[in-house]
């Protein structure tokens, strides 16, 4: 059954806004990004908005008579609990506009509409559309022609034409890290560009990301770190941007105002082995980087090339050994485990391949399962690559950052792997006696957790006989 809901029946004691981060998986590591902008843009256009990250705060008073809108951020594995949490604020409040934006609603917004309990997805970026569409929903105006829409219409979902992408982010308000407890978050994120150039079939681009990339000045970048550790007393901080180094002059300017300015924070970004040169590797380090990651994907060359992921294992070694010479912060490698075309023997060849980057060049390494999530070439051409791919929202998980690897399970079979079985495998290949007996065959799944509870010591006591 659809959802429908006039403009006239939108009505409540207040003019305020909550937008809203459902409970997910796990905990955000920082404050999330995308609602916190958009509260700023909100905040500035003259809301009174408030801001509710379920992720860190389980239970929160609120009286949702209070609001005309609500809006949510939600993922594939954050689905579920959001369409509850808007079955329950309905109770609370009948009248109340709510929307959804996010990733899973920009590329499954059929799905979001049919659950019945949202009345419009925003599309792509959406600082600028929510702006518009809380002015329609407050002014009881029709919102059917603003753009980056979707929303049924005489028991049809339309979806209404794109906006532009933002072209000058520098305008773009800092996100409203007021509104949110942040003494729940461990560290900060930063997104410095948007978009990236290159088309990974596994990568999700996001609701504001294209291969067109868009970057904050330098001086606008650092002054957003610079709020983030004097302000906010943050020590660490993400930068998030999909490759932050592909423009390397550009990531360069933004260590030398880091520098310049005597920030004393400690960073980590994201980028490519072929983005990034000894020079910058140095300075980054100077200005405080502690950490870059880099996806790697697989130890067998056969998939990196199918991939296309542009470069093979020799380039990844001879790139470690231009690390290893430099002055440079640490590197942790990722590697996927699970592509389309992966079998036990080519997982082996990744773990193998981790392990001599690790021995051999002192890399950290950290091994995700295979996600093919909703708006990737994965997702949208599954026979293509010869994968079955299920719905279970929740399990849209590619690892955990807090130690629960069985937590996450694999959502799609491959030709040569069952779900089941890459869900095994992964889950081996996460527990710390696993890596240490992999040099001496390959021990079963019972056996592993067999030792790993002798070691926890979580045995169960033997009764002494009488």
């Given at each position: ?132 569409l809380a002015k329609a929903v407050k002014g009881k105006k029709a919102f059917h022609n603003i753009k980056g829409l979707s929303f049924y219409k005489q028991g049809k ?51 504001a990301e294209s291969k067109k990339r868009r970057c904050l000045s330098p001086a606008r970048a650092v002054e957003w770190i610079a709020l983030l550790r004097e302000k ?112 036990r023997e080519t997982i082996r060849e990744t773990f193998d391949f981790a392990k001599e980057l690790n021995n051999n060049f002192g890399f950290e390494y950290r091994l ?99």
């Open positions: 059954m659809t959802h429908q809901r006039s403009l006239q029946k939108s009505n409540s004691r207040s003019g305020k806004i909550l937008l809203i981060f459902p409970e997910t998986f796990e905990k955000n590591l920082s404050p999330p990004l995308g609602i916190s902008i958009i509260a700023a843009c909100l905040r500035d256009a003259g809301y009174e908005v408030e801001l509710w990250d379920q992720t860190v705060e389980h239970r929160k008073k609120i009286n949702w008579g209070d609001y005309f809108l609500v809006g949510m951020n939600l993922l594939c594995a954050n689905f579920n609990n959001g369409v509850e949490l808007a079955k329950r604020i309905r109770e609370g409040n009948s009248n109340v506009f709510i929307m959804a934006g996010g990733p899973f609603s920009d590329t499954c917004a059929q799905e979001v509409l049919e659950s019945g309990v949202f009345d419009a997805i925003v599309h792509g970026e959406g600082e600028y559309t929510f702006v518009r979902i339309k979806r209404t034409d794109d906006p532009p992408l933002i072209k000058d982010l520098d305008k773009l308000p800092f996100p409203a890290y007021d509104l949110l407890p942040v003494d729940k978050y461990p560290e900060a994120s930063v997104i410095a560009s948007r978009g990236c150039p290159f088309s990974c079939i596994f990568c999700t681009r996001g609701p906010y007393h943050f020590k660490h901080i993400r930068m998030v941007d999909s490759t932050f180094t592909v423009d390397q002059k550009w990531a360069e300017e933004i260590c030398d105002l880091i520098i310049k300015n005597n920030l004393r924070v400690h960073w980590s970004c994201q980028t490519r082995i072929d983005c990034i040169n000894t020079g910058l590797l140095e300075k980054m380090k100077k200005a405080g980087c502690n950490k870059i990651i880099f996806g790697i994907e697989s130890g067998n060359d056969k998939i990196l090339t199918l991939m296309e992921k542009g470069f093979t294992k020799n380039n990844v070694r001879a790139f470690a050994k231009m690390f290893k010479a430099a002055d440079a912060p640490s590197v942790t490698a990722n590697f996927i485990i699970g592509h389309s075309w992966d079998t995700f399962l295979l996600v093919p999530f909703p708006g990737t070439e994965l997702w949208n051409n599954p026979e293509k690559y010869g994968i079955k791919i299920g719905t279970d929202w929740k399990h849209f998980c590619k690892t955990s950052f807090f130690g629960n690897p069985l937590g996450v399970e694999a959502v799609y079979s491959t030709n040569n792997l069952s779900s089941g079985e890459l869900t095994e495998i992964y889950h081996q290949l996460q527990n710390p006696v696993f890596s240490l007996m992999m040099k001496y065959g390959r021990p079963t799944l019972l056996a592993v957790y067999q030792i790993q509870r002798l070691l926890d010591r979580k045995l169960p006591k033997r009764k002494k006989r009488c």
